[in-house]
Structures are given as C-alpha cells and as structure tokens.
C-alpha cells in the first residue's frame, strides 16, 4: 500500500556542504515527505540522496525569510530546530501535522530574520559532548519525531 504525502514541509537554510543537504533529501524520502526547501546554492549528491533524488521536490531560494512567510500564509506552523532561550525539548515537542520544519545552516544555525518569524522552536536534549550535532542528523530525529506522531495515512490506491 502507498502512503498519502505528509503534511510535512522541511525548509532549510543555505547549507555549507552538499552532503548535509543531500542526507536530508534522503531522510526525507524515506519518510515520505514530498517538500524540501533549500536556499542558496543547493545542491545534491545523487549517491547520497539515493531514491529520495527522485521522490523530494526539492526547491531552492535565495534566502529563507520569504519562504517562511508564505508557507505561515498556507497555514504551516514554523518550528525551527536550534537551541535558543525559548526552545522546547523534542522529547515533549508535539508537532502539528501541518507543520514547517526550518534547518539553520551547520555552522550557524538560523539567524536572527529566521528566528523571529517561527512560532515555535524545538530542540534535542544534548547529554554529552559536543553540544550539537550535525544539521542533517538533527533533522533527521526531528523528522522521525514528527512522522511518529503523525503516521502516515495510507492512499488510496
């Protein structure tokens, strides 16, 4: 049976390496999530990315902020994945199903124009060092997170 797409959009901010973004493509591929947002120079590595090349649309902008602000106005609740003051831990975090999931970049996180246009920020309880960990398999626990909470109904076929 076929799963119905998720309600999930994931947006991220300009990635330094191609590889981060084309595990994201994967992972997102693998949850059946059809929408990725990238911004800068976006590009993807198909022998990371695998299926999911195929099965993401992956559409890139120059910058993030506006994206946010349309996808607000398609009714998605904006939920970054950073450490900040206001951050609720992922293991209570409960996701609406129509939900932007927003990456910051590896080095950076999300800047200030992405920070305040989210409505929520949600990030994953380090216990050890270093304190963070990579932007791709941070947005993979997240997705998992979200994909448990909302399983994907199955299509009809």
């Not at 949850?31 to 590595?45: E, K, N, P």
């Not at 831990?89 to 590896?106: D, H, M």
């Not at 305040?116 to 380090?126: F, N, Q, S, T």
């Amino acid at each position: 049976m076929l799963a119905a797409p998720r309600q999930l959009v994931v947006a991220c901010a300009a990635m330094r390496s191609h590889v981060n973004l084309s595990h994201i493509v994967r992972t997102c591929g693998c949850f059946g999530i059809t929408h990725l947002v990238a911004c800068g120079a976006a590009g993807i590595d198909g022998r990371i990315a695998r299926d999911g090349a195929q099965s993401v649309k992956l559409v890139v902008h120059r910058s993030l902020p506006p994206v946010l602000d349309r996808l607000r106005e398609e009714g998605y609740e904006l939920v970054g994945l950073e450490q900040t003051t206001r951050s609720e831990s992922l293991f209570g975090f409960r996701f609406r199903e129509r939900t932007a999931l927003v990456v910051g970049n590896e080095r950076l996180g999300l800047g200030p124009d992405e920070l305040d246009r989210l409505d929520r920020v949600a990030e994953i309880p380090m216990a050890g060092l270093p304190h963070s960990l990579n932007a791709a398999t941070a947005a993979s626990i997240a997705i998992y997170e979200y994909c448990r909470q909302w399983p994907a109904p199955v299509a009809d076929q």
